[in-house]
C-alpha cells in the first residue's frame, strides 16, 4: 500500500473514531448532565428521560456506537484492501 494511501485511510479512521467519540460524549454528558432538566419533561416509563440517559441510555448507545465503528470499519477496511 502506498504512503498516500496509508495516510487517507488513517485520516478516515481517526475522522470516524473523532465523530463516533464526539456523539458518545453528547449523549453521555450531555443528555443525563447539561440536558436533564429539559428532558426531565419527557418520561420513559415512570422515570424522567435524563435519568434514564445518564443510567441506561449511554451504555446502550455506546455499545450501539462500538457495533456501529465495527461495521464502518469493516467497509473502510474492503475500500482500502486492508481487510482480513
Aim: charged share 15%; hydrophobic share 55%; glycine share 8%.
Amino acid at each position: 500500500m502506498s504512503e498516500e494511501r496509508l495516510a487517507a485511510y488513517w485520516k478516515k479512521n481517526t475522522l470516524l473514531i473523532g465523530g463516533l467519540l464526539t456523539l458518545w460524549a453528547f449523549v453521555s454528558y450531555g443528555c443525563s448532565i447539561l440536558l436533564a432538566r429539559p428532558l426531565a419533561a419527557f418520561k420513559v416509563g415512570q422515570l424522567p428521560m435524563g435519568f434514564w440517559f445518564a443510567q441506561q441510555g449511554s451504555l446502550l448507545f455506546f455499545i450501539g456506537i462500538v457495533l456501529a465503528y465495527c461495521l464502518l470499519m469493516d467497509v473502510l477496511d474492503k475500500a482500502y484492501d486492508v481487510h482480513e
